[in-house]
């Protein structure tokens, strides 16, 4: 299938990695469709880059559906599915002697964990339905986006680290689950990116993170992350697998 022909689904599009993500897409000629929140920002970066916007929230499944219904009638079914949307919310088990609120520990992991699953599920449910391409018979394949934090979560980072392991621990069965379909299951697991996530984390913070990276000893460019998405997407033996990408960043507990 020619690039021309390819569709392609990002969440989380407005901004750092999704745009990357998107932006990089579209310069192959993918019809891309950004599925996000904000819908002003959604709006002019589907304006920029020559892409469709659908507002949608990812932890709603009705929302995903309809997102998906709206961006499919102009673009056509989606081949890739990019989940990049997520939130970071910073808070400790016990503060001052209560508990975490729960409602934000459920929040994070709706929106980091339910969200990827959702938008997963849902556009690889679509792809069943596309025709089998190549030697390998593909059809089409996702990419989400965990964090390092998966694997070595700060102080106060329970939930945030609670949901991205949870998508570490799906993409194997989910890529199972699809190999019969043709479909193929990846997951980014990103350090310290050049984001608005990044800029909310104290100078101090940083810093100690970036020490603690093998080398470069730099936060990574969005375009970086979008050229592994680009491998994942390319690579036919790349599948059911997490890739750090972290510059052999280990952080430390805070």
């Known amino acids: 299938m020619s690039n021309q022909n390819q569709s392609a689904i990002v969440t989380g599009g407005t901004s750092g990695l999704g745009a990357a993500v998107a932006i990089a897409l579209r310069n192959r000629g993918i019809r891309v469709g950004i599925l996000d929140l904000n819908e002003k920002n959604g709006i002019q970066t589907a304006k920029e880059i020559g892409a469709i916007f659908a507002k949608c929230d990812v932890g709603d499944a009705t929302s995903v559906q309809e997102a998906l219904c709206s961006v499919r009638a102009i673009n056509g079914q989606e081949s890739i599915c990019v989940n990049c949307a997520g939130i970071a919310l910073a808070l400790p088990?016990?503060?001052?002697?209560?508990?975490?609120?729960?409602?934000?520990?459920?929040?994070?992991?709706?929106?980091?964990?339910?969200?990827?699953?959702?938008?997963a599920s849902q556009s690889a449910a679509g792809m069943t339905k596309l025709p089998h391409e190549g030697e390998d018979r593909s059809r089409g394949v996702i990419v989400n986006t965990s964090s390092m934090a998966a694997f070595e979560g700060q102080i106060g980072h329970v939930a945030y680290s609670a949901s991205k392991a949870g998508i570490v621990g799906l993409t194997l069965p989910m890529a199972r689950d699809l190999a019969r379909d043709g479909i193929r299951v990846m997951t980014i697991a990103p350090g310290m990116f050049s984001t608005s996530m990044a800029s909310d984390i104290k100078e101090k913070h940083k810093r100690k993170i970036l020490e603690n990276q093998a080398f470069p000893k730099r936060l990574g460019k969005t375009n970086e992350f979008a050229s592994l998405v680009l491998q994942c997407i390319d690579n036919?033996?790349?599948?059911?697998?997490?890739i750090r990408l972290d510059a052999g960043c280990r952080m430390p507990p805070r």
């Open 236 to 242: 036919p033996m790349l599948n059911g697998e997490t």
């Open 93 to 119: 088990t016990v503060r001052l002697d209560k508990p975490h609120d729960p409602k934000l520990f459920e929040k994070t992991i709706r929106t980091n964990l339910i969200g990827t699953f959702n938008v």
